[in-house]
Nanobody
Framework: QVQLVESGGGLVQAGGSLRLSCVVSGSIFSINAMGWCRQAPGKQRELVARISSGGDTNYADSVKGRFTISRDSAKNTVYLQMGSLKPEDTAVYYC?????????WGQGTQVTVSS
């Protein structure tokens, strides 16, 4: 089992920045990749950023150049640095961990970007 606890969400003005954190615990050795997904009201959940165990990163086109995913293995923490935020980035952001065929989810943290 893997446990994920997100933090760092909040209210920010358009153009501002936020950093989300996700502390990972449990069977960390089994994790193949970590990611951040988001779900806006009335929309489907979408993958925002992903980082593999080897450090390769992928981003949704909508956030490329504005968001950066990173990790600190010593702290068992994955980060999502978000910049140049737009109102359309408003959503609940979830940390995810893929271990084999199982995807684990955090409880989510709300990000609201005001115009």
């Amino acid at each position: 089992q893997v446990q994920l606890v997100e933090s760092g969400g909040g209210l920010v003005q358009a153009g501002g920045s936020l950093r989300l954190s996700c502390v990972v615990s449990g069977s960390i050795f089994s994790i193949n990749a970590m990611g951040w997904c988001r779900q806006a009201p009335g929309k489907q959940r979408e993958l925002v950023a992903r980082i593999s165990s080897g450090g390769d990163t992928n981003y949704a086109d909508s956030v490329k150049g504005r968001f950066t995913i990173s990790r600190d293995s010593a702290k068992n923490t994955v980060y999502l640095q978000m910049g140049s935020l737009k109102p359309e980035d408003t959503a609940v952001y979830y940390c995810t961990a893929v271990a084999g065929l199982t995807t684990f989810w955090g409880q989510g943290t709300q990000v609201t970007v005001s115009s």
